[in-house]
């Protein structure tokens, strides 16, 4: 027996009902209640019982705590619901779980972002590929630990929050969402941290072939995807009752996805096909084109649209040059300047005031994607000095200086709708060898006609086979508009997806929604 | 005012258990109601029942006039729960399970905290405040659940089986506490301990396979014996015991007797006056030569109360649905 014995036996001593009597003769009533009652600034209990107010004792109570409990009902239940959430993280923290996937992410993020960084200095590990070896460690590895986590959040503790949480002033529904809230917060916060501790380095250290907004949108994906995840599992942990059971068969579910995901003809939300999906997710979706050129006697640069690999740049075969029109010249070296994104070709005997055109082929950006047959041409001049030439240059410049951008394309599985800026010339914007179409990127294929409609600006190209399942990019060439100006050569080329960003927020917010009001009715339907 | 209040509250467990059957039952405010049964009765699924954290299957009830249901917290607020054998998260200490459940019940910080320290402090848990209540004996839990059920100074208390598993001294804290607290609160005691009932009790409800079948005061419940029924324990020797029992066979108001070893308990006619046979009683034993240690009528009443209770609910049997 504990020290309740020897409480009781110096109550006794007291003459009187164990501690509280103690307590009592010192403060001259009812302690327990007393105290806090003088606490809270409320008239304490009847001391001897003989105080009843009024046959209403609970009604002066109520009043009392009224007055000394959190005055709305709104801040009442933030208080709780706080309280619910610092809770249940503080458990969190103490699981064995969580600190060994800490120490196992930490060694992982440690391994991962030292070989870049050492890596660096030799070939660059490619920045998409990078970001999606962190993310898929997620759907694949750790998913592992995310449902052991969030599957045993209720089951295993049933009976102690029926007799010391919910059988206070707190409602299920409050309960359930403090712990998904609780649960999903530091799961989220984890991934968070490796996830932007990754994106960082790939973006510093690594060869840039991702942007901000496909990091961005990629992160927040598999966020969205983690998230159901854990909103699986809590509904799983209440429904089943039993962690073992819950744990399985989230695993069950989400290892073996595929399939059921493919009979809801979403197959893209399978985990398989996330991180399948990922790298091209994670590139940066416009290929490199060749911007402008300018030339010297001995040399010749070629300016990017954004940075190329290295590798691929400075092989000077890689060049075509000519100068005048059907004389072929050749680089001795090719040297890349990666702020400028240009390269420079030297070793070259030109005359001056000829005519250069520069040729690029089999040069890619960082993450392999070649460069875009539609832009990988420049023309410039030599004159004693370097003279920029665009592309183009030498057509008298029309009233009309804008040039038409690519705005939209529609896809259907035989056709295609190119949409405009403005008016384009019918003569260039008819010809379908004017469109280069890949489906899915980097396989070209070939629409049988093209035809313009001048009210809405834009192009039908037809007779067309295409697999909607992976994207469609368009990029055109030749097209002029209506006062001759050539196509932007920032605006011509357009990706189509039929899997956008947005159907992966539905695809996973919409079933962790559901799966967060099924975990709260069902709970609300169980017996504790 | 009725606090409590039940009608044809039922509950079935999977179409395979019947835990509580059309329980109507009324708890009027400032009593000390025991909730009486044996074990099994279903004295733990009506509490938990009348406090939200069970569904019922059929007929509904009703605390300080609301319906309960699981989300119920606002009648909560006002009441103290201990559960028989307590659990709390075993990683927390009573002050950082005593101060969540202060915010779950919208206490701020400056009633919160002076409150569960002064609880702390009554219940003697002063020395233990910051250890893991994993390390907790059975009676230091059931004092730490003690303090939870008065955190919110509830206006009433449901405490189920206070009494398990505490040892004789930690027993009688808790019955002395609720007699304490009872003349401030209307407070529920479930037991299957007569005497702890009898004790502390001013209103007894029996439940028998899930039914009310006695709910009123324990001395109405008393006077549904015979009133005159008396114990006597005595020091004697068989033959002495024997001759003893002789006498009282030639008592007329006597109308029956039983020997239990040194016990003898003894059955007057109903409408006899007490006085003169008692005197019989003790002059007979004086004769005999058996000296007695003591003499008694209470426990034996309540304990026969209940017995016949339980036997007439058995015995009623099939009628028992149609009234």
């Not at chain 1, 942990?237 to 399939?259: D, I």
């Not at chain 1, 800026?421 to 294929?445: C, F, K, M």
Request: hydrophobic share 40%; proline share 6%.
């Amino acid at each position: 027996m504990d020290s309740l014995g020897h409480t009781t036996e110096s109550a006794e001593g007291a003459g009187g009902t164990p501690a509280l009597r103690e307590d009592a003769e010192g403060a001259g009533g009812t302690p327990a209640l007393r105290d806090g009652a003088e606490g809270a600034g409320r008239t304490p209990a009847s001391p001897e019982g003989t105080e009843r107010p009024g046959g209403t004792p609970g009604s002066r109570g109520a009043r009392g705590k009224r007055d000394a409990y959190a005055t709305t009902p709104w801040r009442r239940t933030l208080l709780a619901s706080t309280a619910l959430i610092k809770a249940d993280i503080a458990q969190l923290a103490r699981s064995w779980v969580l600190r060994g996937w800490l120490i196992a992410l930490a060694l992982a993020e440690f391994f991962t972002i030292t070989t870049t960084v050492v890596g660096n200095r030799g070939a660059a590990i490619p920045a998409s590929m990078l970001v999606t070896t962190t993310l898929a460690g997620f759907l694949l590895v750790w998913s592992t630990l995310i449902i052991v986590l969030s599957a045993g959040s209720v089951a295993p503790e049933a009976d102690i929050i029926s007799d010391s949480i919910l059988s206070r002033a707190c409602t299920r529904n409050q309960f359930i969402a403090a712990k998904i809230i609780s649960r999903a917060g530091v799961i989220l916060a984890v991934y968070g941290l490796a996830a932007g501790s990754t994106a960082f380095v790939a973006y510093r250290y690594a060869a840039a072939d991702v942007t901000t907004q496909t990091l961005i949108t990629s992160i927040g994906i598999v966020g969205l995807a983690i998230l159901l995840l854990v909103a699986l599992g809590v509904l799983f942990s209440v429904v089943f009752n039993n962690t073992v059971v819950s744990v399985v068969a989230l695993l069950l579910l989400w290892y073996v996805a595929s399939p059921i995901f493919s009979f809801m003809g979403a197959d893209y939300l399978s985990p398989a096909s996330l991180i399948r999906n990922l790298p091209a997710m994670l590139k940066d979706p416009q290929a490199p084109q060749v911007v402008q050129c300018s030339a010297t006697e001995t040399s010749v640069s070629v300016a990017f649209s954004k940075h190329v690999d290295p590798r691929s740049a400075e092989d000077p075969s890689a060049y075509t040059i000519e100068s005048p029109p059907g004389v072929s010249h050749q680089a001795e070296t090719a040297t890349y300047d990666r702020p400028k994104t240009t390269v420079t070709l030297s070793g070259l005997t030109l005359t001056a005031g000829e005519k250069v055109t520069v040729t690029v082929r089999g040069v890619t950006d960082p993450g392999g994607t070649t460069i875009s047959a539609a832009s990988d041409t420049a023309t410039c001049t030599v004159p004693g000095g370097t003279v920029t030439a665009k592309q183009d240059k030498g057509r008298k410049p029309p009233a009309d200086r804008t040039a038409p951008r690519l705005t939209g394309l529609e896809a259907t599985p035989s056709s295609l709708r190119a949409l405009f800026s403005e008016p384009l010339d019918v003569a260039t914007a008819e010809d379908p060898t004017h469109y280069l179409i890949e489906n899915p990127i980097g396989n070209r294929r070939t629409a049988r006609a093209a035809t313009y409609r001048a009210d809405t600006r834009s192009v039908l190209l037809s007779g067309l086979e295409l697999d909607l399942a992976v994207p469609v990019k368009l990029t055109v060439t030749e097209i002029r508009d209506v006062a001759g100006n050539p196509v932007s050569v920032r605006g011509n080329s357009i990706v189509h997806s039929e899997v956008t960003p947005w159907k992966y927020v539905l695809g996973f917010g919409l079933p962790a929604l559901c799966a967060c009001l099924l975990a709260v009715v069902w709970f609300n339907r169980r017996d504790l | 005012m009725a606090i409590v209040a039940t009608h044809d509250l039922t509950k079935i467990y999977g179409n395979k258990v019947i835990a509580v059957n059309g329980v109507n039952l009324t708890i009027e405010e400032g009593c000390v109601f025991g909730l009486l049964g044996p074990n099994g009765a279903g004295k733990t699924t009506l509490l938990k029942l009348l406090l939200g954290l069970q569904r019922p299957t059929a007929g509904r009830a009703e605390m300080f006039g609301s319906r309960v249901s699981p989300n119920a917290a606002n009648i909560r607020q006002r009441i103290g729960y201990l559960p028989t054998n307590p659990k709390f998260p075993p990683y927390m200490s009573p002050i950082s399970y005593l101060d969540l459940i202060g915010q779950l019940f919208g206490m701020p910080a400056e009633v919160r905290k002076p409150r569960l320290a002064s609880l702390i402090r009554a219940v003697d848990l002063l020395s233990a405040a910051s250890r893991p209540i994993r390390s907790f004996s059975t009676g230091m839990t059931t004092r730490l659940g003690i303090a939870a059920s008065l955190l919110n100074d509830p206006d009433l208390l449901i405490w189920d089986e206070p009494t398990a598993g505490l040892d004789p001294a930690g027993r009688k804290y808790t019955l002395d506490l609720i007699q304490e607290l009872g003349r401030a609160k209307t407070v529920i005691v479930s037991s299957h301990i007569l005497s702890d009932i009898d004790r502390v009790c001013s209103h007894v409800g029996v439940l028998h396979n899930g039914q009310i079948i006695y709910s009123g005061s324990v001395r109405d419940l008393k006077q549904t014996i015979g009133r005159n029924h008396i114990e006597i324990e005595v020091d004697a020797r068989d033959d002495q015991v024997s001759r003893f029992a002789t006498m009282l066979q030639g008592m007329p108001d006597i109308i029956g007797y039983e020997i239990r070893g040194y016990w003898i308990e003894i059955r007057f006619r109903p409408d006899a006056a007490l006085e003169r046979p008692l005197q019989d009683v003790l002059r007979a034993a004086a004769e005999s030569g058996a000296a007695i240690l003591s003499l008694s009528s209470t426990k034996a009443q309540t304990e026969d109360a209940f017995i016949q209770l339980l036997e007439a609910d058995q015995a009623d049997g099939f009628s028992r649905a149609y009234n």
